[in-house]
């Protein structure tokens, strides 16, 4: 009963939703973030936004796009709830295409709160669902879904990278790419199709079909290399995964608790304290990591233990970069002695590692200059560097070459072609190289199917960008945005 109940709750939203959308009714939300803060921005899209901001900021209205002083006053009783800016954005030139309204106000809670009250008395006028403004604006065309994707990226960006990222994806160089291959595509099929109704008339020039053979071709390539970036885009969106894995009682615990800088694992000299796993995300020169501390890996009698080991096993299994952890005082300090530990710890075609050699403050002797030796060797160990936990030596170090792997993994998002971001993307290209493979093998035997496999690839291209789509896929995009936006 209770999930029906919130079946059909949700069905009648989206009957609201879309009886609002027929007869262009009126948003507002707050934009800005909730909580005490120094300046609130509440807007509006939509045909009622002219008559809201006159009937609480009163006439005549500012010029389109000037921020104008005004005491902003209920409706209802003429009780000033504040004194703020606003400002008239006429449609289409607007974020939603649509006539907009914002209202710039001080942002504590008994302001906002009135000013919405004051809105939502409004005849005409609702309260928006999350995502709403630029599912309006992506409607409108005034952003391609690539570009409505990136927008919340760059809302959610967290470093940096992330955020160069998600801006170049704003501004629509991935949706341009894109357009670039569907109107490719358009081309060719329309040759294609004119050699079909017309080759027999002779008004199609010669050598029609070779120009969209070698145009098929060329862009075959093209989605193909694009496909094979490593997964960069994906990885820096959503982070790096990254898994300390190691013998019990060798600082990986310690390791975590050193690069978050605060206590986040329990350390103990007992071996076999951690049993689940520990998560935390962290900005590492800019680039999102996410790390994950896990059990000692042995053979463990423990039943409690044997599960966190066997958890341990499983997020190596899934990791995007390990952070090896071995005793520096244990372990051999030859290169071939060294390579043969770490492999005994971690299982074949292990993501891309590096190796610490934890306990560095208790090394003596000839076994630690010879193991600093080995840490500048290279091949055949991956990147390798000592460290103490416990004094912060090596530290630098070890950011330094976390730093160096994950440019790596993720590239740099401001140069070449810009990135895969989504997982979607990715299914939707594959699905498009696939229609032109089939091309090429059916063209020879069926130009008519031939044909049909151009326009499958066209629409799948056209699901990327949104040109085609479904209701389902756009609410999944637009759910994520939040309320305001």
Request: glycine share 12%.
């Amino acid at each position: 009963m209770a999930l029906r109940g919130a079946l059909s709750a949700a069905g009648c939203r989206w009957v609201r939703r879309l009886c609002g959308a027929a007869r262009g009714d009126t948003i507002f939300a707050l934009s800005s973030g909730h909580g005490r803060c120094g300046v609130a921005v509440i807007r509006t899209t939509g045909p009622g936004s002219r008559g809201a901001l006159q009937s609480l900021a009163g006439p005549p209205l500012p010029p389109p796009r000037v921020l104008a002083l005004r005491s902003i006053r209920d409706p209802d009783t003429t009780e000033t709830l504040d004194r703020g800016l606003v400002v008239w954005f006429q449609g289409p030139h607007s974020f939603t295409g649509e006539d907009c309204a914002e209202l710039h106000v001080h942002g504590g809670p008994a302001v906002v709160s009135g000013v919405l009250r004051a809105l939502g008395r409004l005849p005409g006028l609702r309260p928006a669902e999350p995502g709403e403004f630029t599912r309006r604006a992506f409607r409108r065309g005034k952003l391609d879904l690539t570009a409505a994707e990136g927008l919340g990226d760059l809302i959610r960006a967290e470093t940096e990278a992330q955020r160069r990222q998600a801006l170049r994806q704003m501004e629509g160089e991935l949706g341009r790419l894109y357009q670039r291959w569907s109107e490719t595509l358009t081309q060719a099929l329309a040759h294609l199709e004119a050699y079909i109704d017309f080759s027999e008339d002779d008004n199609v020039e010669e050598g029609v079909l070779s120009q969209v053979d070698a145009t098929v071709r060329v862009l075959e390539q093209e989605i193909g290399a694009h496909l094979q970036d490593g997964r960069r885009g994906e990885l820096l969106r959503g982070g790096v995964h990254a898994v300390i894995a190691g013998p019990p009682n060798v600082g990986k615990s310690s390791l975590l608790n050193l690069l978050c800088q605060r206590p986040a694992a329990i350390v103990s000299p007992v071996a076999g304290t951690t049993r689940d796993v520990v998560e935390v995300a962290l900005n590492i020169g800019g680039y999102p990591l996410v790390l994950s501390d896990t059990a000692g890996l042995r053979d463990a009698t423990d039943p409690l233990e044997q599960e966190g080991i066997s958890r341990a096993r499983d997020r190596l299994g899934h990791a995007d970069l390990v952070l090896a952890v071995l005793d520096a005082v244990a372990v051999p300090a030859e290169p071939a002695g060294l390579g043969a530990a770490l492999g005994s710890l971690l299982p074949p075609h292990t993501p891309p590692c590096i190796l610490v050699l934890n306990k560095a403050d208790l090394l003596q002797g000839g076994h630690g200059g010879t193991l600093r030796d080995t840490c500048t060797q290279g091949d055949p160990l991956p990147p390798t560097t000592l460290l103490s936990c416990k004094t912060g030596e090596g530290l630098d170090r070890l950011l330094e070459l976390l730093a160096r792997e994950l440019a790596r993994l993720c590239g740099d998002p401001l140069s070449g072609s810009p990135s895969l971001t989504q997982s979607r993307h990715s299914l939707h290209l594959r699905d498009c190289a696939a229609a032109l493979a089939r091309y090429s093998r059916e063209r020879r035997q069926d130009l008519g199917l031939a044909a049909e496999r151009l326009r499958l690839a066209r629409r799948h291209l056209g699901h990327i960008t949104g040109q085609v789509g479904t209701e389902d896929v756009l609410d999944i995009i637009f759910r994520d945005f939040c309320v305001g936006k």
